[in-house]
């Protein structure tokens, strides 16, 4: 099992910064892919970011350039650097974790973009 605690998010002006944060409660090497999803209209979620344990990021187009996702190993936490940021990706990041074949979900934080 994975336990997910995250932290971040907030409110921001067009074209600002913010990151957010996931630590999860095992270390990150034995979980195969963690990063971030966020909600779409539809109560979809949307890949943002991941990485796997063997460092391999995926991005999904409309953020390639202005995310960046990290990982601190000796803190078991994986970062979401967001610039640029547009009004469009407002809405809740979901923190995610594949082990064993399974999927966690973190509780979600709100990333407002509003002037």
């Known amino acids: 099992q994975v336990h997910l605690v995250e932290s971040g998010g907030g409110l921001v002006q067009p074209g600002g910064s913010l990151r957010l944060s996931c630590t999860a409660s095992?270390?990150?090497?034995?979980?195969?892919?963690m990063g971030w999803y966020r909600q779409v209209p539809g109560n979809q979620r949307e890949l943002v970011a991941v990485?796997?344990?063997?460092?391999?990021?995926t991005y999904a187009d409309d953020v390639k350039g202005r995310f960046t996702i990290s990982r601190d190993i000796a803190r078991d936490t994986v970062h979401l650097q967001m610039n640029m940021l547009k009004p469009e990706d407002a809405t809740v990041y979901c923190c995610?974790?594949?082990?064993?074949?399974?999927?966690?979900w973190g509780q979600g934080t709100q990333v407002t973009v509003s002037s």
């Open positions: 990485i796997t344990n063997h460092a391999t990021t």
């Open positions: 095992r270390n990150l090497f034995t979980i195969d892919r």
């Open positions: 995610y974790a594949s082990f064993l074949r399974y999927d966690y």
